[in-house]
């Protein structure tokens, strides 16, 4: 899976307003409202499914990111939209520093198999130093599209073998 299978480009917002964690990922729901990927009227019950996992356990898990998610039956594959913070989100990562990119993703309920693929796709990208280092300096959506592009062509089209974070 590519990271450009799972990421709508019209839901990249290289500049999130938003500073506090649950109006940060109602903004990057707002942008896949926006993009039509979900309904306007979808938007109170996703938001409380990607809140309720955010009481879990943080989805910030360190290195200025944060993968929110949440499982759905209204989405019949992974979506997910990016955000880019230059203020930064307080979002109780594990290591206690703000986030600066947040890939927030909408995935299937009844298919866990595209949602482990499309968290390993995103995770593989966020583990490595100079793609969260390039994401973050994205100024533009074209800026982030081309990232993606970069990581895409550099792949080798495999889902890799690390693992995939728990959710």
């Not at 917002?13 to 926006?34: C, H, M, V, W, Y």
């Amino acid at each position: 899976m590519k990271l450009r299978d799972i990421v709508v480009q019209t839901a990249i917002l290289p500049s999130l307003k938003s500073t506090k964690r649950d109006l940060a990922i109602g903004e990057l729901l707002d942008s896949l409202i926006e993009s039509r990927v979900i309904k306007a009227e979808s938007r109170a019950t996703l938001l409380r499914e990607a809140l309720a996992r955010e009481r879990k356990g943080s989805t910030g898990f360190g290195h200025g990111v944060a993968v929110p998610h949440a499982k759905t039956t209204l989405v019949t594959k992974p979506h997910a939209a990016i955000g880019v913070s230059g203020a930064g989100v307080e979002f109780n990562s594990l290591d206690r520093q703000p986030v600066y990119s947040i890939v927030f993703m909408l995935s299937p309920l009844t298919d866990p198999e595209s949602h482990l693929n499309a968290m390993e796709t995103v995770f593989g990208a966020l583990s490595q130093e100079s793609f969260r280092r390039f994401l973050r300096q994205a100024r533009n959506i074209d800026d982030v599209t081309t990232l993606i592009g970069e990581l895409d062509a550099g792949s080798s089209g495999s889902s890799g073998s690390s693992g995939s974070s728990g959710s």
